[in-house]
C-alpha cells in the first residue's frame, strides 16, 4: 500500500508563490514516476505535471509551463511543485498521484490533495 499526503497549500496574492510537497510512504518511491493534478470548483480535474523515477524527464501543462517547476528528493521520498508567478486561475485543490503522463488512469494511488487559493 502507499500512502500519499499532500501539504504546502494555503493563500497567496496574485505573482506570488507556493511550494507544495508530497510525501510518499508504504512501497518503494524512488522506482516510480510521480505527477500533480488539480482540481477546480466546478471544473473536472486536470493534468499539472509530472515527472520520471529520476527526477531526469518532467512534463508539464501548457498552462503553468514556464511559471511550475516538479522535483523530487528520493531519499527524502517527498515530491515537490514549485509554483511560481501564480494566477487566480491557479486556484484548485492540488493532488499528487503515482504514475506518469497526461491521463489520469496511468495513475494508481492518489493523496487526499491542498487547497490553494490565489487572490486577485
Known amino acids: 500500500q502507499v500512502q500519499l499526503v499532500e501539504s504546502g497549500g494555503g493563500l497567496v496574492q496574485a505573482g506570488g508563490s507556493l511550494r507544495l510537497s508530497c510525501a510518499a510512504s508504504g512501497r518503494t518511491f524512488s522506482g516510480y514516476a510521480m505527477g500533480w493534478f488539480r482540481q477546480a470548483p466546478g471544473k473536472e480535474r486536470e493534468f499539472v505535471a509530472c515527472?520520471?523515477?529520476?527526477?531526469?524527464?518532467?512534463s508539464y501543462a501548457d498552462s503553468v509551463k514556464g511559471r511550475f517547476t516538479i522535483s523530487r528528493d528520493n531519499a527524502k521520498n517527498t515530491v515537490y511543485l514549485q509554483m511560481n508567478s501564480l494566477k487566480p486561475e491557479d486556484a484548485a485543490v492540488y493532488y499528487c498521484?503515482?504514475?506518469?503522463?497526461?491521463?489520469?488512469?496511468?495513475?494508481?494511488?492518489w493523496g487526499q490533495g491542498t487547497q490553494v487559493t490565489v487572490s486577485s
Open positions: 498521484a503515482r504514475g506518469y503522463g497526461y491521463q489520469q488512469r496511468a495513475y494508481d494511488y
Open positions: 515527472i520520471n523515477w529520476s527526477g531526469s524527464t518532467t
